[in-house]
């Protein structure tokens, strides 16, 4: 199925000190890696949200809600979109695996509802997941009436189907320096 693919790339980085896109992991930026695994599966790749220094990596969406977390990123790149579907990926979940990546958009085929996301360990991950433009009314009402959160805002959009997968690393987001040299170490176990 073709979808667009977007790094989701916005955010502070405050725990982190330094922004997340531009951390190197196993000798790649993370913003790299995040659009090397969307374009193996996504005719077409950007980057939603974050500085326009990354424009050296792609295209770059601005948020056009800064300061209003992911969903504020996500608004602005199914505002974007000229596709139907449209995969996620957050910059700093480096170990998603393009197969799973894979499975959110077969699940997407011929679905009639608004997306399809991860889940893990019983945890809804919503910066992993393929959302339709039929969502967006519904996503920029949310961002206007400032609740922000994607995963209550993707609930109150209508119908979503959950993946669920067993490795939890692979969702594990890197946000302190702590969790960044941790992942260096395994990277070599847990890249894929």
Do not use: H
């Not at 599966?41 to 990596?57: M, N, S, T, W």
């Not at 969903?71 to 480096?94: C, H, K, R, T």
């Not at 067993?166 to 894929?192: G, H, I, K, M, Y």
């Amino acid at each position: 199925m073709n979808a667009a693919g977007f790094v989701l790339a916005g955010g502070r980085s405050s725990r982190m000190g330094r922004d997340k896109a531009l951390l190197m992991l196993g000798g790649e930026p993370l913003i790299q890696r995040g659009i090397r695994k969307l374009s193996a599966i996504c005719p077409e790749v950007a980057i939603a949200g974050g500085a326009k220094d990354l424009a050296r990596f792609g295209r770059v969406i601005p948020d056009k809600s800064p300061g209003c977390g992911p969903l504020g990123g996500i608004v602005s790149a199914l505002e974007q979109s000229s596709f139907e579907w449209n995969l996620f990926l957050s910059v700093d979940a480096p170990f998603v695996p393009v197969s799973a990546l894979k499975s959110l958009l077969v699940m997407a085929a011929g679905f009639q509802g608004l997306g399809v996301m991860a889940r893990v360990q019983g945890r809804m991950q919503p910066l992993c997941a393929v959302y339709s433009r039929r969502a967006l009314g519904v996503l920029q009402q949310e961002l206007a009436g400032g609740r922000w959160k994607v995963l209550s805002a993707i609930e109150s959009a209508g119908s979503v189907k959950v993946v669920d997968f067993e490795d939890a690393s692979w969702f594990a987001n890197l946000n302190t320096p702590e969790e960044l040299a941790e992942a260096e170490r395994q990277v070599d176990a847990l890249d894929t």
